[in-house]
C-alpha cells in the first residue's frame, strides 16, 4: 500500500520507513550528549543561581531608619502592608510595617516612595512556608541590613515652578516637592496633625486669643523635617491642611 502524501512531506527521504528506529536513536543521541556535557540543570537547593545585587526580590526594612509615616501602606497595589506595634531597641512601642509576602508582588513601590530610605528591596527569593501565616514577615523579619548603591530606589520630579521657568536640570525628591498648607479659617487647633506626625515637624504654636481670653494654637510646619507622609491631611477632622508644591 502506498504511503499518503502527508507522510513524505513530513519525514526527510533519510527517515522513510525507518519506523520505530527513529525514536530510539534520538533517545541514544540524547543519552549520550548528557553524559560527556554538563547538564543545564543544578542540584537545588544544594547549588544556587549567582543574583545581582538589584534583584527585585522580598521587600526588607531598616529597622531603626523607619519613622511610621505609613507611606509603603499606601503606595501597596496589593495592600499587603500594614502597620504594626514592635518594640525599638530602647523597648518603646513604634509602628513599623509588616508585610505579607503571600499578596505581595514584588513591585518595588514601597522602597521607592519610602522619604528615608527605610524600606527596600533584598535578593531574597526562597519564600515558600508549610501554612500561610508564616508567609506574614514582621517588621523584625524583615530586617535587611545589607543593600548597594543599586538596590537604592529614589524618585525625582521637577517642580513645576523650576519648569516654568525653563529650569529643567535641578530635579529634587518627590518629598522635597510638597508639603502641607493650612487653611486658617478652618482650623479648630485640636493638635490632631501635631499627634500623627512621625518625625515631630509639626508644632502647635500660640497665634492670639479669643474672646474668652484662651490661647488661639495653629500647626507650624518646618518644612526642613517634614517628609510628606500626609498623615496630618488624613486625620484633620476639618480638612483644614491640604498638600501644595513648595515654591
Same mark, same amino acid.
Given at each position: ?56 526580590? $522580598? #521587600?526588607?526594612?531598616?529597622?531603626? =531608619? !523607619?519613622?511610621? &509615616? @505609613?507611606? %509603603?501602606?499606601?503606595? *501597596? /497595589? ?17 509602628? $513599623? #510595617?509588616?508585610?505579607?509576602?503571600? =499578596? !505581595?508582588?514584588? &513591585? @518595588?513601590? %514601597?522602597?521607592?516612595? *519610602? /522619604? ?24 523584625? =523579619? ?36 510638597? =508639603? ?68
Amino acid at each position: 500500500m502506498a504511503q499518503p502524501t502527508e507522510y513524505y512531506s513530513k519525514y526527510p527521504k533519510k527517515f522513510r520507513g525507518t519506523g520505530i528506529l527513529t525514536p530510539v536513536l534520538r533517545a541514544f543521541k540524547q543519552i549520550f550528549k548528557t553524559t560527556i556535557h554538563r547538564p543545564v540543570t543544578i542540584l537545588y537547593p544544594y547549588e544556587k543561581e549567582w543574583v545581582p545585587d538589584n534583584y527585585r526580590g $522580598r #521587600p526588607g526594612l531598616r529597622f531603626n =531608619r !523607619c519613622v511610621g &509615616c @505609613g507611606i %509603603c501602606v499606601r503606595a *501597596c /497595589p496589593t495592600t499587603c502592608i500594614e502597620l504594626v506595634e514592635v518594640a525599638d531597641d530602647d523597648g518603646k512601642m513604634v509602628l $513599623r #510595617p509588616s508585610v505579607n509576602v503571600g =499578596r !505581595c508582588m514584588m &513591585c @518595588g513601590y %514601597c522602597a521607592e516612595y *519610602c /522619604p528615608v530610605d527605610a524600606m527596600t528591596t533584598t535578593t531574597d527569593y526562597e519564600l515558600a512556608e508549610f501554612n500561610r501565616y508564616d508567609l506574614i514577615y514582621g517588621p523584625r =523579619r524583615l530586617h535587611f541590613e545589607y543593600t548597594t548603591d543599586m538596590m537604592e530606589v529614589h524618585i525625582e520630579e521637577h517642580l513645576m515652578s523650576n519648569l516654568a521657568k525653563g529650569i529643567t536640570d535641578q530635579p529634587t525628591a518627590f518629598f522635597n516637592t510638597d =508639603r502641607p498648607i493650612l487653611e486658617d479659617k478652618k482650623c479648630i487647633g485640636c493638635q490632631k496633625c501635631a499627634k500623627v506626625c512621625p518625625v515631630n515637624a509639626i508644632e502647635m504654636v500660640v497665634v492670639g486669643q479669643n474672646d474668652k481670653g484662651k490661647d488661639i494654637k495653629r500647626p507650624k510646619i518646618d518644612d526642613v523635617t517634614c517628609i510628606s507622609c500626609s498623615n496630618c491631611i488624613i486625620d484633620c477632622p476639618k480638612d483644614a491642611l491640604k498638600m501644595n508644591e513648595v515654591l
